[in-house]
T-cell receptor, first 108, second 112 residues
């Protein structure tokens, strides 16, 4: 079993839909990261969380430390949101573990 | 502009020919790390460094070396590349693992 599990693996939505991507982890963590990778390959950090909730524009990330679970929400999705979204956890040993990614396609 | 610079972007080489992928950051970050990304396996950490002269193995360090002689540079060295090291490589830096990561643009390596 992977230490970081993401669901779903693939997600297709219509423009304007509300999207949720989930991440569960089984290790102790010091921080959880949500990353975005566009088809060109570059990776951008969206959020870094250790507790609670963060919001940036149409993106919201939440984390529940007790349940070892995080969600990434996208409101009013747009075709430009199409990308692979990756959950990553930094543990107390300072190394990183990654989820397999969720491939999101938003259709106009 | 704050950035992580990786070079080269693309590299094709042959088995056994030593190569170095460079990584440099201009943000005075203490933490730097290398990852490889393979289809179906996602991102995996190769090595990381918490500060100058401090490096540690990640998930998949076999076949790789790193050095951290200066804070800004963290080169990845493949002493004797093999075809199973064909992959997309990313360097990243941050203040710490509890801070947002800044990624380089990636290096696509093919070993024939």
């Amino acid at each position: 079993k992977n230490e970081v599990e993401q669901s779903p693996q693939n997600l297709t939505a219509q423009e304007g839909e509300f999207i949720t991507i989930n991440c569960s982890y089984s290790v102790g963590i010091s921080a959880l990261h949500w990353l975005q990778q566009h088809p060109g390959g570059g990776i951008v950090s969206l959020f870094m969380l250790s507790s609670g909730k963060k919001k940036h524009g149409r993106l919201i990330a939440t984390i529940n430390i007790q349940e070892k679970h995080s969600s990434l929400h996208i409101t009013a999705s747009h075709p430009r949101d199409s990308a692979v979204y990756i959950c990553a956890v930094g543990n107390n040993n300072n190394d990183m573990r990654f989820g397999a990614g969720t491939r999101l396609t938003v259709k106009p | 502009e704050a950035q992580v610079t990786q070079n080269p972007r693309y590299l094709i080489t042959v088995t056994g020919k030593k190569l170095t992928v460079t990584c440099s950051q201009n943000m005075n970050h203490e933490y730097m790390s290398w990852y490889r990304q393979d289809p179906g396996l996602g991102l995996r950490q190769i090595y990381y460094s918490m500060n100058v002269e401090v490096t540690d193995k990640g998930d998949v360090p076999e076949g790789y070396k790193v050095s951290r002689k200066e804070k800004r540079n963290f080169p990845l060295i493949l002493e004797s590349p093999s075809p199973n090291q064909t992959s997309l490589y990313f360097c990243a830096s941050s203040t710490s693992t509890n801070s947002p990561l800044h990624f380089g643009n990636g290096t696509r390596l093919t070993v024939t």
